[in-house]
T-cell receptor
Framework: ETGVTQTPRHLVMGMTNKKSLKCEQH?????MYWYKQSAKKPLELMFV???????ENNSVPSRFSPECPNSSHLFLHLHTLQPEDSALYLC?????????????FGQGTRLTVV | GESVGLHLPTLSVQEGDNSIINCAYS??????FIWYKQESGKGPQFIID?????DKRQGQRVTVLLNKTVKHLSLQIAATQPGDSAVYFC???????????FGTGTSLTVIP
């Protein structure tokens, strides 16, 4: 138990669906992240939020839309995804952005786009 | 982007032996490094970290060595146990921001 909880754990969606991934951290951290993990590829950073403001957007397609309503919650809204978007989506948090401290990861959401 | 790579994609060791997992990084400005362990169906779990002002750091059964001259990082696991079977990632960050650059991982299999 890392203190970072992601729901759902598994998600299957059609290309025309709209769904959301949820992440919640109970660590009092100020920075939260979305990563994409595909088979045989390094983790890819998608978005970073620091104190509820987006500070990084690594050229992610607009069909992925993050939302950070407060420092404990992070969402990833999905719409009109492609099969190549199937992957494990990991949420992480760290004490602060730029503090060079470890990130704590959730268990991930295994997304399959059909 | 940064290049963080691992020398071997898979590693098999006998239970009780020591394991060494290696990692190369490309940016000499990187100043903070982390090893993560990822078991099947789980997210990455922090193992140990090291800052660039250190050469060695020890934890419980694990040791991380940093060689800044050749930009090389290694993770040593003593008395490897079946529960150590997982994929191990190294990650580096620069001294600005907290963006981690991850390698593709080394899959460690412990043979009973």
């Amino acid at each position: 138990e890392t203190g970072v909880t992601q729901t759902p754990r598994h998600l299957v969606m059609g290309m025309t669906n709209k769904k959301s991934l949820k992440c919640e951290q109970h660590l009092g951290h100020n920075a939260m992240y979305w990563y994409k993990q595909s088979a045989k590829k390094p983790l890819e950073l998608m978005f970073v939020y620091s104190l509820e403001e987006r500070v990084e957007n690594n050229s992610v397609p607009s069909r992925f839309s993050p939302e950070c309503p407060n420092s404990s919650h992070l969402f990833l809204h999905l719409h009109t995804l492609q099969p190549e978007d199937s992957a494990l989506y990991l949420c992480a948090s760290s004490q602060d952005w730029g503090a060079n401290t470890e990130a704590f990861f959730g268990q991930g959401t295994r997304l399959t786009v059909v | 982007g940064e290049s963080v790579g691992l020398h071997l994609p898979t590693l098999s060791v006998q239970e009780g032996d020591n394991s060494i997992i290696n990692c190369a990084y490309s940016n000499s400005a990187s100043d903070y490094f982390i090893w993560y362990k990822q078991e099947s169906g789980k997210g990455p779990q922090f193992i140990i970290d090291i800052r660039s002002n250190m050469d060695k750091r020890q934890g419980q059964r694990v040791t991380v060595l940093l060689n800044k001259t050749v930009k090389h990082l290694s993770l040593q696991i003593a008395a490897t146990q079946p529960g150590d079977s997982a994929v191990y990632f190294c990650a580096e960050t620069l001294n600005t921001g907290n963006q981690f650059y991850f390698g593709t991982g080394t899959s460690l299999t412990v043979i009973p």
